[in-house]
């Protein structure tokens, strides 16, 4: 099983600041089939990225994925008020599926 | 628009089962597998299982075979997700999840369902 790390565990950040999540695999992801997802409190996850770079439909253009094999980084350049939240890495590349434990974005 | 929805929450007593449902609309039911995802309270995701509406045949996570079962109705396009021997350690948010066509990532989710088991 890929075990996805995410760091850091809490990045706490103004509105404005540019902020960089990162994704560490265990094991290369296959085809870089890693996904990221926003989770904010009571709602359920929201796609964001899909193979690793890939903006889901009508995400802003704030939020930019990279990286490749088992390092794997979410931007988001600005951050707005409505990003302050929990964002999870996944990979699909290999069974079983598996997340990471997330990073919690928060205010400063 | 394209959503799942699922059932209500329960509170349920260990060694009982829970069966959550979860209703497909807005697109062609059997074209799209469907993913349970949980989540503990204040925890992160874990993949549980996935089942294929068209045929029906699942597959599950090594942490859950023995407990769960995946059936669907294709009359109501609805997926079930039945827990048994639940343990307090089961108590957790239930997502169903569409797979994007072709892949492997979520691009729909249902609103969760609150399974909390407790004596």
């Known amino acids: 099983e890929i075990v996805l790390t995410q760091s850091p565990g809490t990045l706490s950040l103004s509105p404005g600041e540019r902020a960089t999540l990162s994704c560490r695999a265990s094991q290369t992801v296959n085809s870089n089939y890693l996904a990221w997802y926003q989770q904010k409190p009571g709602q359920s996850p929201r796609l964001l990225i899909f193979d690793a770079s890939s903006r889901a439909t009508g995400i802003s253009d704030r939020f930019s994925g990279s990286g490749s094999g088992t390092d794997f980084t979410l931007t988001i350049s600005r951050l707005e008020p409505e990003d302050f939240a929990v964002y999870y890495c996944?990979?699909?590349?290999?069974?079983?599926?598996?997340f990471g434990g997330g990073t919690k974005v928060e205010i400063k | 628009q394209v959503r799942l929805v699922q059932s209500g929450a329960e509170v349920k007593k260990p060694g009982a089962s829970v069966k959550v449902s979860c209703k497909a609309s807005?697109?062609?039911?059997?074209?799209?597998?469907i993913h349970w995802v949980r989540q503990a309270p204040g925890q992160g995701l874990e993949w549980m299982a996935i089942v294929s509406p068209s045929g029906g045949s699942s597959t599950y996570a090594q942490n859950f075979r023995g407990r769960v079962t995946m059936t669907r109705d294709t009359s109501t396009n609805t997926v079930y997700m039945e827990l048994s021997s639940l343990r307090s350690e089961d108590t957790a948010i239930y997502y169903c999840?569409?797979?994007?066509?072709?892949?492997?990532?979520?691009?729909?989710w249902g609103q969760g369902t609150l399974v909390t088991v407790s004596s």
């Open positions: 999840a569409r797979v994007s066509s072709g892949s492997g990532y979520y691009d729909c």
């Open positions: 996944q990979q699909y590349g290999s069974s079983p599926l598996t």
């Open positions: 807005g697109y062609i039911f059997t074209n799209y597998y």
